[in-house]
């Protein structure tokens, strides 16, 4: 089913790419990149992570449109609604299988890694869209506000399978992660710069470490238990 819907997806993608006079090689692909093998672990929380993400994404989106069509310059825009319940159906699956894993969530090393992926997740996703503000003021959204509300949803929806969530409300949370998409948008200015490539290298260097002091802080921010919150529910 989820290859059922993928295909899909990538249907709307390649008819939106062929109007621009686009397209993917996929052989060039499979014949020159290097293969990774992840554990198994690891595939499951970013894949359930990366379905219910885009769930929100789209959604959020979607709604937001429904509410102003005369933003809605493009077709594919149309396709947002049964594609964020595609995701949100697989990202459901995913949440099953971990659930019936108890060593993938019910331990030490999985709250760790738990909150490992979150923080990539929702670091990932800030740089991404604050790097395309621009798109997301076209269709009328603020993107600093619709990254916060992505996020919060994720982070709440991810409180159904993972034990431990992230503290998306210390005062911290968002300043840093935007602060690190600061530094990415100075990093992208010296990457696209003439400047010899050793210089690069020395420039972006105190950049790229400021970056990773600033997840770390968020990483060693106290996390949510889940579990307890899970627990009063019932």
């Known amino acids: 089913f989820m290859a059922r819907d993928e295909a899909r997806h990538a249907g709307f993608l ?9 397209s993917l090689d996929l052989g060039y692909l499979t014949k020159n990149r290097t ?18 993400i885009g769930y929100w994404r789209y959604i959020i989106m979607f709604r937001h449109l429904e509410k102003h069509p005369e933003l809605k310059f493009y077709p594919l825009f149309g396709y947002f609604e049964s594609w964020c319940q595609d995701e949100n159906r697989h990202g459901d699956f995913f949440k ?23 923080l ?8 991404t869209v604050l790097e395309r503000a621009s798109f997301y003021r076209s ?32 005062p911290e949370f968002f300043r840093r992660l935007e ?26 260097l105190p950049l790229i470490l400021s970056i990773i002091g600033h997840l770390l ?11 307890l919150s899970r627990q009063a529910v019932c």
């Open 14 to 22: 390649n008819k939106a790419m062929a109007d621009f006079n686009l």
């Open 139 to 170: 269709i009328g959204i603020n993107p600093y506000e619709y990254n916060i509300q992505v996020i919060e949803k994720t982070n709440e929806t991810a409180a159904r399978a993972f034990p431990v969530i992230l503290n998306t409300n210390h």
């Open 35 to 52: 293969y990774t093998f992840f554990p198994p672990e690891w595939i499951i929380y970013t894949v359930y992570l990366s379905e219910k």
């Open 96 to 118: 099953a299988l971990l659930r019936s894993q108890p060593q993938l969530w019910n331990n030490w090393k999985a709250r760790l890694w738990v909150r490992f992926f979150l």
């Open 217 to 227: 802080r968020l990483y060693f921010i106290k996390p949510i238990n889940a579990e």
């Open 120 to 127: 990539s997740v929702f670091a990932t996703h800030t740089l």
């Open 179 to 204: 602060e690190c998409s600061d530094i990415n948008l100075k990093l992208t200015l010296i990457n696209n710069s003439n400047s010899p490539k050793i210089l690069k290298f020395f420039q972006k």
